[in-house]
Each structure stands twice: as structure tokens, then as C-alpha cells.
Nanobody, 124 residues
Framework: QVQLVESGGGLMQAGDSLRLSCAAS????????MGWFRQAPGKDREFVAA????????VYADSVKGRVTFSRDSANNMVYLQMYRLKPEDTAVYYC?????????????????WGQGTQVTVSS
């Protein structure tokens, strides 16, 4: 089992920067792929960014590419999503997710472990 706890969300203004954190515990989560997803009201959960395990590749959604950076601190079992130049359309609940595979994935259904989410609201 893997446990994930997100933090760092809040009420922001367009153009701000924000860093989301995810604390992971349990069965060696840092060895495997991890991802960030988001869900806006009335919409499906969507992919934001993910990285493969053990130093694997990092991938980003086109909608955020160039404005977000995924990073991992394996020594402390933390992953981060640094977000820049926030837009109102970035408003969503952001979730950290983990899968017991090394290969990176953009797909919600490939991740069995999820945190409770952290709300990010961006005003114009």
C-alpha cells in the first residue's frame, strides 16, 4: 500500500506561482512512477505531469507545458509540482498519484493510489 498526502493549494491570482507538495509513504513509492492530476468542477480528472520511477522520463500535459515542473525528492519521499504564471483555468483540485510500475503514464486508470487532493483556485 502507498499513502499520499497533498498540500500547498490555496487561493491565488492569475500570474502567481505555487508549489504543491505530496508526501508519500508505504511501499517504496519513490521507486515507481508518480503523477499529478487535476479535476475541475463538472469535469473529468485530467493528467498534468508525471515521472517514471528510478529517474525515468518526465512528461507534461500540453495545457501546462512550460508552466509547471515536476520534481521528486526521493530521500524524503516527496514529490512536487511547481506551477508558474497561473491562469484561472488552472482552478481545480490537484491530486498526487502513484503506481507500482516504473514506466510513466498519463492515464488516470493506470494509477491505483491517490491522495485526497488539494484545492487550487486562481482568480483573474
Amino acid at each position: 500500500q502507498v499513502q499520499l498526502v497533498e498540500s500547498g493549494g490555496g487561493l491565488m491570482q492569475a500570474g502567481d506561482s505555487l508549489r504543491l507538495s505530496c508526501a508519500a509513504s508505504g511501499r517504496t513509492p519513490m521507486t515507481y512512477a508518480m503523477g499529478w492530476f487535476r479535476q475541475a468542477p463538472g469535469k473529468d480528472r485530467e493528467f498534468v505531469a508525471a515521472a517514471g520511477g528510478s529517474g525515468g522520463s518526465t512528461v507534461y500535459a500540453d495545457s501546462v507545458k512550460g508552466r509547471v515542473t515536476f520534481s521528486r525528492d526521493s530521500a524524503n519521499n516527496m514529490v512536487y509540482l511547481q506551477m508558474y504564471r497561473l491562469k484561472p483555468e488552472d482552478t481545480a483540485v490537484y491530486y498526487c498519484a502513484s503506481r507500482e510500475r516504473v514506466a510513466v503514464s498519463r492515464y488516470v486508470n493506470d494509477y491505483p493510489y491517490w491522495g485526497q487532493g488539494t484545492q487550487v483556485t486562481v482568480s483573474s
